[in-house]
């Protein structure tokens, strides 16, 4: 049992550049999502999926997509990397949600620097 | 919109020293209230929380209240060891019950 992987762990990119990171659980949780992690600022939600094929946003979408079309893995893509986005990210899943008697279960973070 | 605060760290004690870690929040209605912590190069594990006002979360020698007169959950522990030693983030959840909002997060650094 894997629990929630996510790769790569460290990336480097230049402004512009697109990039995929990669999340994946084999808990067969409905409910991913993706957050963000600067300093003093604590986590922020991105985006979220309580289901294969369905998405929402979350409190700071903007300049990422997403898509699920699987139960497992919920990919986040930068589609013109910038500066502001370098961030540590984390992928998240859980059995029904953020809901108080869902435990939520983090990835061990992807470190992102946009150059 | 929802926020949490946390006082900044870091926060450096000696082990068995009593900690505290301050949490204050701005919510409408009655959130629930959570705790998390992160070791180093890990992701974050749910520590303690707490649903209604007056309730108190506890785990590992962790507790927290919930005081809504005070729009507080702050985070004690009686006698830190140096395997405290992480970052602690205070967290909300919405009335939706979708999202999570959470502090800027403290480290605690334990020494022996």
């Known amino acids: 049992n894997a629990g929630v992987t996510q790769t790569p762990k460290f990336q480097v990119l230049k402004t512009g550049q697109s990039m995929t990171l990669q999340c994946a659980q084999d808990m067969n949780h409905e409910y991913m999502s993706w957050y963000r992690q600067d300093p003093g600022m604590g986590l922020r939600l991105i985006h979220y999926?309580?289901?294969?094929?369905?998405?929402d946003q979350g409190e700071v979408p903007n300049g990422y997509n997403v898509s699920r079309s699987t139960t497992e893995d919920f990919p986040l893509r930068l589609l013109s990397a910038a500066p502001s986005q370098t961030s540590v990210y984390f992928c998240?899943?859980?059995?029904?949600?953020?809901?108080?008697?869902?435990?939520?279960?983090f990835g061990e973070g992807s470190w992102l620097t946009v150059v | 919109g929802n926020s949490v605060t946390q006082m900044e760290g870091p926060v450096t004690l000696s082990e068995e020293a009593f900690l505290t870690i301050n949490c204050t929040y701005t919510a409408t209605g009655y959130p629930s209230l959570f705790w998390y912590v992160q070791y180093p190069g890990e992701g974050l594990q749910l520590l303690l929380k707490?649903?209604?006002?007056?309730d108190k979360g506890s785990n590992k020698g962790f507790e927290a209240t919930y005081r809504k007169e005070t729009t507080s959950f702050h985070l004690e522990k009686g006698s830190v060891q140096v395997s405290d030693s992480a970052v602690y983030f205070c967290?909300?959840?919405?009335?939706?019950?979708?999202?999570?909002?959470f502090g800027g997060g403290t480290r605690l650094m334990v020494k022996p």
């Open positions: 999926s309580v289901g294969a094929g369905i998405t």
């Open positions: 707490a649903t209604k006002a007056d």
């Open positions: 967290a909300l959840l919405n009335n939706a019950g979708n999202m999570l909002t």
């Open positions: 998240a899943s859980s059995y029904s949600g953020t809901g108080v008697g869902n435990t939520i279960y």
